[in-house]
């Protein structure tokens, strides 16, 4: 009598455990240790730590089907909690998150908008501020973490699934590497008026500014959506003014007179 697919399955996979081939154990080492080894590798002298300020530049090419999009990136950080995230297209700031004093606002320049950020998306959006630097306190971010260790191919990773303290939120898994103490990767789920969309974060090279080891290049795959991001520039304690990260106060006349060329085209 032929063997169902099912029984074929189900044997190997018993074999495997019985051979011990497992793709994941117990940490050898607690999550405290681990961030420490990821703060010395990242930040060896602790000049990151030290810093009151700094400043980022990247360019994100996004592909498409016809051709590929290209936007610039800014970020400005100014302890203890000023943020600024700009994009640009064609030297042009389309859009700006804005955030200090524990509140944040989406800025749109085309619309001449200013929208607050507020309960559980501004709790993501202080998460998602936290993570990948190289001072990150995984425990004080999330709830709860677990920790074990993966082996894909040949390389092994310290897996840490991060359960964020939001109330049905999904847990965010982080891949850091075994021999390098650096994370190499990041899956989440973004929520959707259509759905979760998976989002998995590959960082594949990591570059030194000063003494710094920052990720130098990322490849991003969203749903449908690819792209990859390039530090092209970081400088710790930027001499940034405090007005730069005031809300913008747009002029009706002028933001009217953009909306109706926008209808002629």
């Given at each position: ?31 405290d240790e681990l ?184 490849e991003v795959f ?44």
């Open positions: 009598m032929k063997k169902s697919w099912k029984y074929i399955f189900c044997s190997a996979a018993s074999a495997v455990l019985l051979t011990g081939c497992v793709s994941e154990r117990p940490s050898d080492i607690l999550l961030e420490a080894k990821v703060a010395r590798a990242m930040d060896p002298e602790g000049d990151y730590r030290k810093a009151r300020a700094y400043y980022q530049r990247q360019n994100i090419i996004e592909k498409g089907f016809w051709s590929d999009k290209h936007q610039l990136v800014e970020v400005r950080f100014k302890r203890p909690d000023k943020f600024k995230l700009s994009y640009y297209e064609k030297n042009t700031p389309l859009t700006e998150i804005i955030s200090f004093g524990g509140r944040a606002w989406m800025v749109n320049h085309k619309k001449g908008e200013t929208t607050e950020i507020t309960g559980e998306a501004l709790d993501r959006f202080k998460v998602m501020l936290s993570l990948g630097h190289p001072d990150t306190d995984y425990d004080k971010l999330f709830a709860k973490v677990d920790m074990v260790i993966v082996r894909e191919e040949e390389q092994e990773y310290y897996k840490l699934t991060c359960h964020p303290r939001l109330a049905n939120a999904e847990p965010i898994v982080i891949y850091i590497d075994k021999k390098e103490y650096l994370p190499r990767r990041m899956e989440l789920k973004i929520k959707h008026p259509d759905g979760d969309i998976e989002s998995i974060s590959r960082i594949t090279e990591y570059q030194k500014f000063g003494r710094i080891l920052l990720p130098a290049f990322t969203e749903g449908s959506r690819e792209y990859t991001t390039r530090l092209v520039g970081y400088q710790l304690d930027a001499p940034f003014a405090d007005d730069v990260f005031h809300k913008p106060v747009f002029d009706p006349v002028l933001v009217e007179m953009q909306k109706q060329r926008d209808r002629r085209r």
